[in-house]
């Protein structure tokens, strides 16, 4: 499955961000989703997941309560709603595939290219 991620940009704190992630290639509907985020240095650390059918979703704690993930399996598109952003959330931002439920970054089988979120202070 082919992964791409848009919906990026530079925000204010406390203000909001949706990132889209279109797939293409396998159907959509198999995979759970998953969107990670990386900052330089560090390794790229889990934000939200989502089940096959849209279902169930988890959080990092950290973004619990701010963010939401959703699907739309006929779109073949998995979103991220991000609100209340804070300039800890700057990172780039990936989506990314599993045929389970992954939170660690070797769990998951396909990956997007990432889109880059800015928040300001």
């Known amino acids: 499955v082919q992964l791409q991620a848009s919906g990026g940009g530079l925000v204010q704190v406390g203000g909001s961000l949706r990132l889209s992630c279109a797939a293409s290639?396998?159907?959509?509907?198999?995979?759970?989703m998953g969107w990670f985020r990386q900052t330089p240095g560090k390794e790229r650390e889990f934000v939200a997941a989502i089940n096959r059918s849209g279902g169930g979703t988890y959080y990092a704690d950290s973004v619990k309560g701010r963010f939401t993930i959703s699907r739309d399996n006929g779109k073949k598109t998995v979103y991220l709603q991000m609100n209340s952003l804070k300039p800890e959330d700057t990172a780039v931002y990936y989506c990314?595939?599993?045929?389970?439920?992954?939170?660690?970054?070797?769990?998951?089988?396909?990956w997007g290219k990432g889109t880059q979120v800015t928040v300001s202070s």
């Open positions: 290639g396998s159907t959509f509907s198999s995979y759970f």
């Open positions: 990314a595939a599993s045929r389970w439920l992954g939170r660690v970054e070797t769990q998951m089988d396909y």
